[in-house]
């Protein structure tokens, strides 16, 4: 009676500042006609008209998202290794394997307490590793003109590295290179041809390329997965810039629609663990809407109207989407908002069970941007260092 009552979210549940999306205001008995305080912020909350001097209780939830409603993760520890991050270009998670490149424009190899030099190049040579399941195969990409040149239409030379024979093989220039099928298959990305091009790291008499209609986006780089020898999902973009998924069936020669998303301005992830793919949809720039990731069960017959949506959120997530095996997750970056005056977003990366759609945040950086795994580990790359937000620290530095 003649008094108000705010609880902040800190205080409800035990909800995550800054990352809640479920926002409770809980005012009590308050007279007619009154002042009521203003929020903290700095908003003021609306009156409340009544004929009676007391006044039931009012809720006003404000529901968002009911996945941001965790606890707040610990502080996340750097990986600690004897080369320093700028240099870093893989370590194993026994410390035993690492890449680093030097001042002179080297690409290093310590394994073994041995350090051997694998390619060299103009001093301010920029060096990109690509690591596979198996850790035996590496993809190398060498930037020349990292210091001198960044137009969005560079391509870059690109390697094959064979760790048991120590040996260097050139694979082709271009962008994006990953590894598939345990390691038996390579692609990347050419944007002056709008060719995909797939190399068999088995058998060269296997590689094969495919054309892409994506000439009107200077910025596009496709999504490529190959489910196993015969077909491999890619997207594509048609005439007026809209993402597509595409399937082609190699021993039918034979490319076909795959998946049309239902909103303009979507980036497409693909990875798959076991028999499972995943499509993860993200917003560019804030244009596309929200996020969505579906599982898709692998079989003969691929069908994403088959599909279970595991993940779904109004808020444009940045992606950077990440099938992990052991355990089965998902990792990829979050969008959250306050529930300030002027509504400030967050990013930070979280884990999905895909069986029990569970989210998790695993980081609290609150400005994340991107997310990679290393050898087991999930890095994020922040402030001059890579946290570790899932994975052990370095079993044994002595030979970095």
């Known amino acids: 009676k003649g008094k108000v009552t705010v609880l902040h979210p800190d205080k409800i549940g035990r909800r995550q500042r800054g990352a809640t999306e479920a926002c409770f205001l809980h005012v009590a008995g308050k007279r ?4 009521l305080p203003r929020l903290p912020g700095g908003e003021q909350l609306p009156k409340i008209i009544s004929s009676s001097i007391h006044i039931s209780l009012i ?3 404000i529901n968002c998202n009911a996945a941001d409603k965790m606890k707040k993760p610990k502080k996340l520890r750097p990986l600690i290794s004897k080369q320093t991050p700028g240099k870093m270009r893989y370590v194993g998670l026994d410390g035993k394997i690492s890449f680093y490149q030097k001042r002179n424009g080297s690409l290093a190899l310590a394994t073994n307490f041995k350090v051997s030099q694998i390619m060299k190049g103009p001093i301010g040579t920029y060096y990109f590793v690509v690591s596979g399941t198996e850790k035996n195969k590496f ?3 060498k930037n020349e003109s990292f210091l001198t040149s960044h137009s969005i239409n560079n391509v870059f030379d690109l390697y094959t590295f064979n760790l048991k024979k120590s040996s260097t093989k050139y694979l082709g220039k271009g ?19 709008k060719k995909i091009y797939i190399k068999s790291l088995v058998n060269s008499i296997l590689d094969f390329t495919l054309d892409l209609n994506s000439a009107n986006d200077p910025f596009f780089i496709p999504e490529i997965l190959i489910i196993d020898n015969d077909r491999v999902l890619f997207t594509d973009v048609n005439k007026k810039g809209h993402a597509h998924i595409f399937l082609f069936t190699r021993s039918h020669k034979k490319i076909t629609p795959f998946y049309y998303p239902s909103q303009a301005g979507k980036k497409i992830e693909l990875c798959m663990i076991d028999n499972h793919l995943y499509v993860g949809e993200f917003s560019l720039g804030g244009i596309g809407g929200g996020s969505q990731i579906t599982e898709i069960k692998l079989n003969d017959s691929l069908d994403y109207s088959k599909g279970r949506i595991i ?19 998902l990792y990829f970056i979050k969008v ?5 005056k002027y509504y400030e977003s967050f990013s930070d990366v979280v884990e999905l069970n895909p069986k029990t ?4 945040y695993i980081s609290n950086e609150k400005n994340v941007t991107q997310v990679i795994e290393m050898d087991r580990r999930i890095l994020i790359p922040h402030n001059g260092d890579f946290l570790i937000a899932k994975g052990e620290q370095l079993e044994d530095d002595s030979l970095n």
Do not use: Q
Not at 183 to 192: G, I
Not at 314 to 329: E, V
Not at 336 to 340: A, E, L, N, Q
């Open 32 to 35: 007619r006609g009154s002042r």
């Open 59 to 61: 809720l006003i939830s």
């Open 139 to 141: 993809l190398l990409l």
């Open 175 to 193: 962008l994006a290179p990953r590894m598939h099928l345990f390691d038996t298959w390579a692609t990347y990305y050419n944007p002056h041809h």
């Open 311 to 329: 993940y779904e959120s109004k808020l444009a997530d940045f992606g950077n989407l990440i099938c992990y095996s052991k355990p089965k997750r």
């Open 336 to 340: 959250s908002r306050s529930g300030g």
């Open 357 to 360: 759609t569970k989210v998790k």
